[in-house]
C-alpha cells in the first residue's frame, strides 16, 4: 500500500503542465476565429471584445482571423491586436 502511495505521489510531482495555445482579444470589438488543430479538423470560436480565451487547442494549431493566419503550438499565446493576428 506504502509503494502504490509513493508511486502516485511521485507521478503527481513529475507531471508537467498540461499544453495548450490562448487567444487575447486586445481590440473592442468581438471576431469570429477559425481553429485548425494538427488533426486537420476545423472548428470556429468567438471571442468578445478585450477578453480572452484559454486553451483553444492542444499541441499545435492553426488559428485564422479573416485572410490572416498564424500557427500556434506549446503554451504560446496569440493576441489579436487591430484586427491582426501576433505571437
Known amino acids: 500500500m506504502n509503494k502504490l502511495i509513493l508511486a ?12 495548450a495555445v490562448d487567444l487575447i482579444n486586445r481590440d473592442s470589438r468581438d471576431y469570429d476565429v477559425k481553429i485548425v488543430p494538427s488533426n486537420g479538423s476545423s472548428y470556429f470560436i468567438s471571442i468578445g471584445g478585450r477578453s480572452s480565451r484559454r486553451d483553444i487547442c492542444s499541441s499545435s494549431c492553426i488559428i485564422y482571423l479573416g485572410g490572416l493566419s498564424v500557427t500556434a503550438s506549446g503554451n504560446e499565446t496569440v493576441s489579436i491586436v487591430d484586427g491582426k493576428l501576433d505571437k
Do not use: D
Not at 8 to 19: N, P, Q, R, S
Open 8 to 19: 502516485f505521489a511521485i507521478i503527481l510531482l513529475t507531471a508537467g503542465e498540461a499544453v
